[in-house]
């Protein structure tokens, strides 16, 4: 029994760390229809700005508890302004421009800003793994602070998962469905054209989707950084991989799809790994998935829409 709820506390830190990236994938497919490759590179991207700003604020393992809690804050801030305004420009340089063109365009152009923000990765970082000490404790707190004597390990690293990321999934779900913004986001979503006809701007809004998108990459690679310890150029392919997977097998386009998709995948992998091999886990991951899609094509909680013209 140990053994299962360990392996499920490890599937939820997992997934929650997926659903930040497979958010950014899903709001843009939703409000413009295109696979923002992208995406995962940018999450790259936000964890080495992460990794930079923890050296130069001199953020250690040795630094003060509550010194620490500020600056990885204030780190988590400054990395989702960086992101969302790296975001934006793309949206705003290579896609943008091709809105109107046929849907290969703007797919082949999201493709070439994934090789050129993984470039801008290897420049910056070289091609081997860097890593980081443990700022945030790896220790248990169910024996270091509840006193309790078991074997489960819940470690402040999973907790530090659950306080920044749960929060950022409910703000995004009460952002759009309850502010003017956010209801502008989904009749854009719906339908841009009677959208822009009843006076929303839709180039604002879709520039909006792109700048909320990537601030949530910034904070999954704030997070990235401090509960693995390490980043590297290609990080961005694997792990985008694993988000993207996570919207689709949810529903792409439907946030609440794309956070019960991420659980869902994380909890795969954590038992696979544990239970069967690691080297067969992304083998099943898609076996489900391949599975879901032929039964459910819109995913979990997709819903079939009708074409746009």
């Known amino acids: 029994m140990e053994q299962l709820i360990q392996t499920i506390i490890i599937g939820l830190a997992n997934g929650l760390q997926y659903a930040l990236v497979a958010l950014g994938y899903t709001l843009v497919y939703g409000i413009i229809e295109l696979i923002n490759f992208a995406h995962g590179d940018l999450f790259m991207l936000g964890s080495m700005i992460a990794l930079g700003l923890f050296f130069l604020l001199g953020v250690t393992s040795s630094t003060p508890i509550a010194q620490a809690g500020l600056l990885i804050l204030l780190i988590i801030a400054l990395t989702m302004i960086a992101t969302a305004t790296i975001n934006w420009s793309i949206e705003r340089v290579a896609y943008r421009p091709l809105r109107n063109a046929p849907k290969l365009a703007p797919l082949i152009s999201a493709i070439g800003m994934s090789f050129v923000l993984q470039n801008i990765g290897l420049l910056a970082a070289g091609p081997a793994n ?59 979503a719906q339908d841009p054209d009677t959208a822009g006809l009843m006076g929303i701007d839709v180039n604002r809004t879709i520039s909006l989707t792109f700048l909320i998108g990537g601030a949530l990459a910034g904070a999954a690679g704030v997070v990235q950084i401090l509960f693995n310890n390490a980043t590297v150029w290609n990080l961005g392919f694997r792990f985008g991989l694993n988000s993207f997977t996570s919207a689709v097998l949810g529903g792409i386009g439907n946030l609440q799809g794309a956070v019960v998709g991420a659980i869902i995948l994380g909890l795969i992998n954590a038992f696979s790994d544990r239970y069967l091999s690691a080297n067969w886990t992304n083998a099943i991951v898609f076996a489900v998935l391949i599975t879901i899609l032929v039964f459910r094509p819109t995913g979990l909680l997709g819903q079939q829409l009708a074409e746009r013209a």
Not at 132 to 148: A, W
Not at 171 to 183: A, C, E, I, Y
């Open 130 to 188: 860097k890593g980081f000490e443990n700022v945030v404790p790896n220790t248990n707190i169910l024996t270091t602070l509840l006193g309790i004597q078991t074997s489960i390990e819940f470690t402040y690293k999973q907790l530090f998962v659950a306080v920044v990321t749960i929060p950022l999934l409910v703000g995004l779900t009460w952002f759009v469905s309850r502010t003017r913004q956010g209801k502008a986001m989904r009749a854009t």
